[in-house]
């Protein structure tokens, strides 16, 4: 499947922003979507998850109650929508996918097959 991530940009502290990853190439609701992101001289980093069907939702704690992830199975698309953005939330989102058989998400950088190429988000303070 491949993936392609956008709607990053520049945005003030408190600002939101919506992230969308278009997939093609495969049946999208056969896979498990997740978003995680890499700051500059950091690992990357689990953001939030989402099962096929969307039944089952996860976030890394210090995103809970500001970012949102949905997915759009007729449109092949995934979201992250941002807001009450700080500057420790600077980085490159990458969006990912991997194949499940269950209503599973894996939090796990490992778990994921296919990745977007990523799209820079920049919180100024």
């Known amino acids: 499947v491949q993936l392609q991530a956008s709607g990053g940009g520049l945005v003030q502290t408190g600002g939101s922003l919506r992230l969308s990853c278009a997939a093609s190439?495969?049946?999208?609701?056969?896979?498990?979507m997740s978003w995680f992101r890499q700051a500059p001289g950091k690992e990357r980093e689990f953001v939030a998850a989402?099962?096929?069907?969307?039944?089952?939702?996860y976030y890394v704690d210090s995103v809970k109650g500001r970012f949102t992830i949905s997915r759009d199975n007729a449109k092949n698309t995934v979201y992250l929508q941002m807001s009450s953005l700080q500057p420790e939330d600077t980085a490159v989102y990458y969006c990912?996918?991997?194949?499940?058989?269950?209503?599973?998400?894996?939090?796990?950088?490992?778990?994921?097959?296919?990745w977007g190429q990523g799209t820079l988000v920049t919180v100024s303070s």
């Open positions: 990912a996918a991997d194949r499940q058989g269950t209503e599973y998400a894996s939090t796990y950088y490992s778990s994921y097959e296919y």
């Open positions: 190439g495969r049946t999208f609701s056969n896979y498990a």
């Open positions: 989402i099962s096929r069907s969307g039944n089952s939702i």
